[in-house]
């Protein structure tokens, strides 16, 4: 590939690049990418749950975001079975409403909240205040009284200021608060490699390396208001074996067995924090979560007894790898333009109605996606196409690169695979685009969970 000034999304496609040849059957759902309830009709067109998508389409409109319950639930079963006796958290910032946050009491999952608002979300559900952690690493004070006057279980540490902030409202108020300290452990795990440092040079937590994490653990200890129930750490995303997850569980073991040493206690908890990852586009192969849970487990054991430290509780916060394969997004096409590359290929453009304001992953993270036509199923042969939003921003790209038949054309309904998370709940207004509804479909019944955001909202907010 040639680098393009523009970005390496815009380098030049070779016709000899083996990755640009067309799959054997564009009609084809690949099970690992799309939600269990995907299948296709007799009349070749896509179904969710038991319902077809021009029936969705129909009644909510587009672009829509459509949540397989059943997926998502049975997702949560998988991982409260794989660890059990392990506390999981659903890391709600992948995904949160009122209804997925039911959806986790009812599975028997805790949730990770990390702002006031995603707390506000939480408890308009009703959702058990006990069973909840608040994650972040500038809380505000309004947002820290909440959590202790409502009785927020874990809250989880992540600066000098914060500790002597919530110490001090503790204080006023005449609770304690149960506390876990974010570590940074020198891990940076992406997909297929980790990267372990000595340091860590980002925002978040109290670093092993430069006493940092001694000195917060030690503050914790010494508080009167504070019971520090354990430690946190959180390596990265959409990660896809066990190494880096390995390598951050020995270093978190080793610093319990010094923290016992040091302060003749020994902690209660353990967090792992999430980061597995999913399957977007074919070929990929997230590990299995059964193997991440025996692995954890097996290195905790072996490194407590290395330590002669007890086996702490375990915890684990997936938000992806619940949420991100119960979700996809339906698009109505608007154009088809095809664009000569000048090496005798040519791209064709389709334009869809969103973008960049419900998924800005493709641009955010050069993050890969794939779609099928979904209202029909066509003969024609496959075209290397180029799903776009309707964006003033030549970044606005829904989905890199895919296949799709020749004949796609306006009107036609687009589905893009695994946008359950980070899609929807990074979506924003830009050039005044109303953000789409949420749908969760369930043994063919479709429910709107989040409803359409429309002009009168936004112009609510303008107050002149
Ligand atoms: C983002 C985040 C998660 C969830 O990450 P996923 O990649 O969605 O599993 C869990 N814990 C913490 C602290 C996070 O910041």
């Known amino acids: 590939m040639r680098a393009h000034p523009a970005g390496p999304r815009h380098a030049d496609v070779l016709p000899h690049d083996p990755i640009y040849a067309p799959p054997a059957d564009l009609a084809r759902l690949e099970p690992a990418i799309w939600p269990q309830g995907a299948a296709r009709n007799a009349d070749g067109e896509l179904t969710l749950a038991g319902t077809a998508i021009s029936q969705l389409v129909d009644t909510h409109s587009t672009p829509l975001v459509v949540l397989d319950e059943q997926d998502f639930r049975d997702r949560a079963r998988d991982y ?76 989880v540490i992540d600066s000098m200021n914060e500790l002597d902030r919530l110490d001090a409202l503790c204080a006023e108020m005449g609770v304690t608060a149960h506390v876990l300290i974010r570590i940074t452990v020198g891990v940076e795990a992406h997909t297929h490699e980790f990267i372990a440092t000595a340091h860590e040079d980002q925002k978040f937590g109290f670093s092993l390396a430069n006493g940092a994490a001694d000195a917060a653990i030690a503050r914790a200890v010494n508080s009167a208001h504070l019971h520090l129930l354990g430690v946190h750490s959180h390596i990265g995303s959409q990660i896809f074996d066990t190494a880096g997850f390995e390598v951050s569980a020995h270093r978190m073991v080793q610093l319990l067995a010094q923290v016992a040493k040091d302060h003749q206690i020994e902690l209660e908890e353990l967090d792992l924090g999430g980061g597995l990852g999913i399957a977007y586009v074919a070929g990929d192969k997230p590990a299995q979560v059964r193997d991440i849970a025996e692995s954890l487990r097996l290195i905790v054991r072996r490194e407590c007894e290395l330590a002669g430290i007890a086996v702490p509780r375990l915890s684990v916060e997936p938000g992806r790898a619940l949420i991100g394969p119960a979700g996809v997004t339906l698009y109505e096409v608007g154009t088809v333009k095809p664009v000569e590359l000048g090496n005798g290929m040519t791209r064709t453009y389709v334009s869809v109605d969103g973008g960049i304001s419900d998924n800005i992953r493709t641009a955010l993270y050069d993050a890969d996606y794939t779609c099928i036509v979904a209202n029909r199923v066509s003969q024609a042969p496959a075209v290397l196409s180029r799903v776009v939003g309707k964006h003033c921003e030549s970044g606005d790209v829904v989905v890199k690169d895919v296949w799709l038949p020749g004949d796609v054309r306006p009107g036609d309904v687009l589905a893009v695979a695994a946008t359950g998370a980070y899609c929807r709940s990074m979506a924003s207004n830009y050039n005044h685009v109303p953000r789409p509804a949420v749908v969760a479909i369930k043994d063919g019944h479709s429910q709107v969970v989040v409803r359409r955001e429309t002009l009168d909202d936004l112009l609510r907010l303008d107050v002149g």
Do not use: M
Request: charged content about 20%; some cysteine; proline content about 1%.
């Open 80 to 155: 409260a079975q794989a660890f059990d006796g392990a506390d999981v958290f659903y890391a709600g910032k992948a995904f949160l409403c009122k209804a997925v946050a039911r959806w986790v009491a009812q599975e028997g999952l805790h949730l990770d909240v990390c702002t006031g608002g995603e707390l506000a979300v939480a408890l308009a559900a009703g959702f058990d205040p006990s069973r909840l952690a608040l994650h972040g690493n500038n809380k505000s004070v309004a947002e820290l009284r909440q959590a202790l006057e409502v009785g927020v279980g874990r809250i």
